[in-house]
């Protein structure tokens, strides 16, 4: 297994079970990325959910800056789970290491194992570096660390 598939499927996804991480690693392509490289563009229909092992790059919102994305962040994420178009333009800012994720065959796959991603449920939660702006990127996490953050969040609004 690749240093950056352990990373992905162990320390962010907590998935240990071998067969479940061979069936994603079957669902994505490792590839670097030079700087300069568009990985999508605001309001691109379906764009790739893609899974930044190493690197940098910015997000931009109707040509401002509004954030960055760096190591163990994922792109992507929200239109996977809204069906909405890219919300921002990405572009790697150093050489990037990225998986991007076959989208149909991963949404077939959480259907069948909900709790490694539940795109259903939208297992999302905020914690992207970015600048102040009008749309915030997440991450998509396995569901239990959703469910933490969730629980931190409201728990914090309510005090």
């Known amino acids: 297994m690749l240093e950056e598939e352990t990373s992905l499927f162990q320390r962010l996804l907590g998935i240990e079970d071998a067969g479940r991480q061979q069936r994603l690693r079957d669902l994505m392509e490792?590839?670097?990325?030079?700087?300069?490289?568009?990985?999508?563009?605001?309001h691109q229909p379906d764009p790739p959910l893609i899974y930044v092992a190493r690197g940098a790059a910015r997000v931009e919102c109707d040509g401002k800056v509004v954030g960055t994305c760096g190591p163990e962040e994922f792109l992507g994420e929200m239109s996977l789970v809204s069906g909405q178009t890219a919300s921002a333009t990405v572009v790697v800012t150093e050489r990037t290491r990225v998986a991007t994720f076959d989208?149909?065959?991963l949404a077939h796959y959480a259907r069948a194992v909900p709790e490694v991603v539940d795109v259903d449920r939208g297992a999302v939660v905020a914690g992207a570096r970015r600048s102040p702006g009008p749309r915030a990127r997440q991450q998509v996490l396995h569901w239990s660390h959703h469910r933490r953050a969730s629980q931190t969040s409201t728990k914090s609004r309510a005090e």
């Open 103 to 105: 989208r149909d065959a």
């Open 30 to 42: 490792w590839r670097d990325v030079e700087a300069g490289a568009v990985l999508m563009n605001q």
